[in-house]
C-alpha cells in the first residue's frame, strides 16, 4: 500500500485527517483501531506531505473544533466589571459536519454571560469542569451520539445551578434533570446530536452503494459496537418485511449476518445483471475458507456467516 490508498481507506471508515504543525491529526478518536494505528504509525510521513497537499487545514475540520473545546473553556474569564463570563475565542464557521459543536459553542457564547447573571454564585471552575466533560473523550465523557448521559457535579446546589447551561447545551435533543448531585440527560430527538445507531446506519448504506447490487460473499461492514451492528441488523430486517413488489424481492437475495461488531454481507441468489447461481455459489465457498484461513472462525461458523 502507498500513503493514498492509506488515506482512501481511512476516508472510507468514517475517518478524517488533517496535518496540523507536522502532526497528523485524525478524528473521531473512538473509531481508529489497532490496524489503522499501525498504517498511521508507518504511512506518517507519506500521509503529512499528503494531507498537506490536499490543504486539509485545521480551519476547516471539525476536529480543530472539537479537540480545542476545552481550552475553549479555560479560555474562560470573569469580567470584573460586570462579574459575568466571556469567551476569548471567536466562533467558528458553520459546517455540515460540525454544526452540532458550532451550535453548543455559540450556546456558551451567548448564553453564559445571561446564565451567571442569574446565578452569581456560578464558578469558573464549575464552568471549566462541564467544558471538560462536555468535550473530554475519555469513558465518563458526555456521548452525543448515545440517548442518555450522566454529569456528576460535588453538590446537589452545583447541580441546580449549572442545569439550565447543560440544558442549553443539549437541547432540544435531551432533556436535562437534576437527580441528587448529577444532571442527568435523557434523549426526547434528534437535531443536532444524531444517534449512534443513525450514523452507523448512513455509514452502513454508503459502504454499500460502493458494491452496488453484486455484492463479494461475507463483504465485511465494522460497526461502532456490538449493539449498533446489530441495530443495523434489525433496521434492515424491518425494511425488508415492509417492502413491496419487486423490490421486496431483491430483498431475499442478500444475506445479512452479525459477527461481534461486524455486519457481513453475502448475495446469495441470482439479481437480473449479475453473476449465474454457479458463481454466486463459488463465491460463497471461498468465502467460507477465507474466513476459516484468515479470520480464525469455525467452519460451522464461517458458512453461518455467508448463508448456508
Known amino acids: 500500500m502507498n500513503a493514498e490508498e492509506v488515506y482512501m481507506q481511512l476516508q472510507d471508515k468514517g475517518l478524517r485527517l488533517s496535518c496540523v504543525k507536522g502532526k497528523i491529526r485524525v478524528w473521531p478518536?473512538?473509531?481508529?483501531?489497532?490496524?489503522?494505528?499501525?498504517?498511521?504509525?508507518?504511512?506518517?510521513?507519506?500521509?503529512?506531505?499528503?494531507?498537506?497537499?490536499?490543504?486539509?487545514?485545521?480551519?476547516?475540520?471539525?476536529?480543530?473544533?472539537?479537540?480545542?473545546?476545552?481550552?475553549?473553556?479555560?479560555?474562560?474569564?470573569?469580567?470584573?466589571?460586570?462579574?459575568?463570563?466571556?469567551?476569548?475565542?471567536?466562533?467558528?464557521?458553520?459546517?455540515?459536519?460540525?454544526?452540532?459543536?458550532?451550535?453548543?459553542?455559540?450556546?456558551?457564547?451567548?448564553?453564559?454571560?445571561?446564565?451567571?447573571?442569574?446565578?452569581?454564585?456560578?464558578?469558573?471552575?464549575?464552568?471549566?469542569?462541564?467544558?471538560?466533560?462536555?468535550?473530554?473523550?475519555?469513558?465518563?465523557?458526555?456521548?452525543?451520539?448515545?440517548?442518555?448521559?450522566?454529569?456528576?457535579?460535588?453538590?446537589?446546589?452545583?447541580?441546580?445551578?449549572?442545569?439550565?447551561?447543560?440544558?442549553?447545551?443539549?437541547?432540544?435533543?435531551?432533556?436535562?434533570?437534576?437527580?441528587?448531585s448529577s444532571i442527568t440527560l435523557k434523549r426526547v430527538k434528534e437535531k443536532y446530536y444524531q444517534r449512534r445507531t443513525t450514523i452507523d446506519w448512513q455509514n452502513f448504506i454508503s459502504w454499500w452503494e460502493k458494491f452496488g447490487d453484486y455484492p463479494q460473499a461475507a463483504s465485511m461492514f465494522e460497526s461502532y459496537s456490538e449493539k449498533t451492528a446489530q441495530e443495523i441488523i434489525t433496521k434492515w430486517n424491518d425494511i425488508k418485511k415492509r417492502a413491496q413488489g419487486r423490490f421486496s424481492e431483491n430483498f431475499s437475495k442478500y444475506w445479512l449476518k452479525r459477527y461481534m461488531n461486524k455486519v457481513f454481507v453475502t448475495q446469495i441468489s441470482f439479481i437480473e445483471g449479475g453473476p449465474d447461481e454457479k458463481k454466486i455459489k463459488e463465491s460463497r465457498l471461498d468465502a467460507v475458507q477465507r474466513l476459516i484461513h484468515e479470520d480464525g472462525l469455525s467452519k460451522s461458523l464461517a458458512k453461518e456467516i455467508v448463508g448456508f
Do not use: C
Not at 70 to 94: A, C, M, P, Q, W
Not at 110 to 119: D, V
Open 29 to 180: 478518536k473512538d473509531k481508529i483501531s489497532e490496524r489503522e494505528h499501525e498504517l498511521l504509525k508507518n504511512f506518517k510521513d507519506g500521509l503529512i506531505q499528503l494531507t498537506q497537499f490536499r490543504h486539509l487545514s485545521k480551519e476547516n475540520e471539525y476536529y480543530e473544533l472539537h479537540e480545542h473545546g476545552e481550552e475553549f473553556f479555560h479560555g474562560l474569564k470573569k469580567r470584573k466589571t460586570n462579574k459575568s463570563f466571556s469567551f476569548d475565542k471567536d466562533k467558528k464557521v458553520i459546517q455540515v459536519h460540525n454544526v452540532h459543536q458550532v451550535h453548543s459553542l455559540n450556546v456558551l457564547a451567548e448564553n453564559t454571560k445571561k446564565f451567571s447573571e442569574e446565578n452569581e454564585k456560578i464558578s469558573s471552575v464549575e464552568v471549566r469542569q462541564l467544558g471538560a466533560w462536555f468535550f473530554g473523550e475519555t469513558e465518563q465523557s458526555f456521548d452525543p451520539h448515545s440517548d442518555q448521559a450522566v454529569y456528576q457535579t460535588r453538590s446537589r446546589q452545583s447541580a441546580e445551578r449549572m442545569l439550565n447551561l447543560v440544558r442549553d447545551l443539549t437541547w432540544p435533543d435531551f432533556k436535562a434533570f437534576v437527580v441528587d
